[in-house]
């Protein structure tokens, strides 16, 4: 660090000459105040830029980690300042129990029905010891849990045919996610019975395995210039007995990691029903159209958007048959349905067909 040497008097008066000394100082001072040098004068909070564009505190100056509770106003985080978003799952004709994405992140759900009954149910994280239950009627559904604590939600029509779909808010942490093929906007999950009919569907832009698997993948830094997302962990080291910190980037493995224990979200799948993921990599359009407050759940069971039957090749979870879609042209409700946005245009928009 530069020394801060302050000049005196007698250095600048009328018959002082100017010395290598003093010329030290002029060179020395300006620099020593910037890095704070002993002694030296600090910077007032009046001489930093604080309008017009050019504040000289900014995102970029703050460094990582340096804001903490301490610096929070009490009750200064609102509903605003959280990271949120919404998934959409949905079950017709039989009662399903499904994964919420969010896992212990998720808020309660916001449940509607396609047509007004009091048959429809709803239970979310209904889980007691090993089995989650939920009555449709004379059915009791039993599915087995998982030695690793997952959020669930079942949804049932009680054989009135009938569609419930819900909504659930929870916290985002670690998006995007990239299974090997690009990154994904959106995981739109479907699963169909014997007959190939839509059972029950999930749209949600985090797949299942992130928030409800044994592996954290949150981050508790982000490197400013890289984007790259960080998370300090302590192990116990076995054979000293003493706690090692270590800090390991959140890559795309140990998102993915605890894929092979939740491959979709459907726990209450049987062997003769298929799930399907439709394109991952091709859900920027359906992105878009999901905040626009259009349920794509239900495009889909209103065959406005339709699953193409040759699967794709693609990275991704074993035993889900990963599918192209295409847009019904007939019919279509494009201005209500869709908004302003035709299916025919807009940069993302899939292949439209007739029929």
């Not at 396609?114 to 559904?141: K, M």
């Not at 994904?184 to 928030?211: D, R």
């Not at 116990?236 to 092979?260: A, C, F, H, W, Y």
């Amino acid at each position: 660090m530069t020394t801060y040497t302050a000049i005196t008097a007698g250095e600048i008066d009328t018959d002082s000459p100017i010395t290598t000394g003093l010329m030290t100082k002029i060179r020395d001072n300006p620099i020593a105040i910037t890095e704070g040098a002993s002694g030296a004068p600090k910077i007032q909070t009046a001489a930093l830029e604080q309008t017009g564009g050019s504040e000289a505190v900014t995102t970029a100056t703050i460094r990582a980690g340096a804001v903490g509770n301490s610096e929070l106003a009490s009750a200064a985080v609102k509903q605003s300042n959280l990271s949120t978003t919404d998934e959409e799952s949905s079950a017709t004709t039989v009662t399903s129990v499904l994964t919420l994405s969010g896992g212990g992140y998720s808020f309660g759900p916001r449940a509607r029905v396609s047509i007004n009954t009091t048959d429809c149910f709803l239970v979310s994280n209904g889980l007691a010891s090993n089995a989650q239950h939920g009555i449709d009627g004379n059915l009791e559904l039993n599915i087995a849990l998982t030695t690793t604590n997952t959020a669930y939600i079942s949804l049932g029509d009680a054989g009135t045919t009938r569609t419930v779909y819900a909504m659930s808010r929870y916290i985002n942490s670690s998006p995007p996610f990239d299974l090997g093929d690009g990154e994904i906007p959106l995981f739109v999950w479907v699963l169909l019975n014997s007959s190939g009919n839509i059972i029950s569907t999930q749209v949600s832009e985090v797949p299942p395995w992130a928030y409800n698997g044994p592996t954290d993948i949150s981050h508790d830094r982000i490197d400013k210039l890289t984007g790259k997302k960080y998370r300090t962990i302590r192990q116990l080291n076995e054979s000293t007995g003493l706690i090692e910190v270590e800090e390991i980037e959140i890559t795309q493995e140990i998102k993915n990691r605890d894929m092979p224990l939740l491959p979709h979200p459907f726990a209450s799948k049987t062997q003769d029903q298929e799930v399907i993921l439709l394109d991952p990599v091709s859900t920027l359009y359906l992105y878009d159209i999901k905040f626009t407050g259009e349920s794509i759940s239900e495009l889909m069971y209103n065959d406005y958007l339709r699953l193409d039957n040759d699967p794709l090749v693609r990275a991704g979870p074993q035993g889900v048959i990963t599918s192209a879609f295409k847009w019904k042209n007939t019919q279509r409700k494009a201005g209500a349905m869709i908004k302003d946005r035709r299916l025919k245009q807009g940069p993302y928009a899939p292949e439209v067909t007739n029929g």
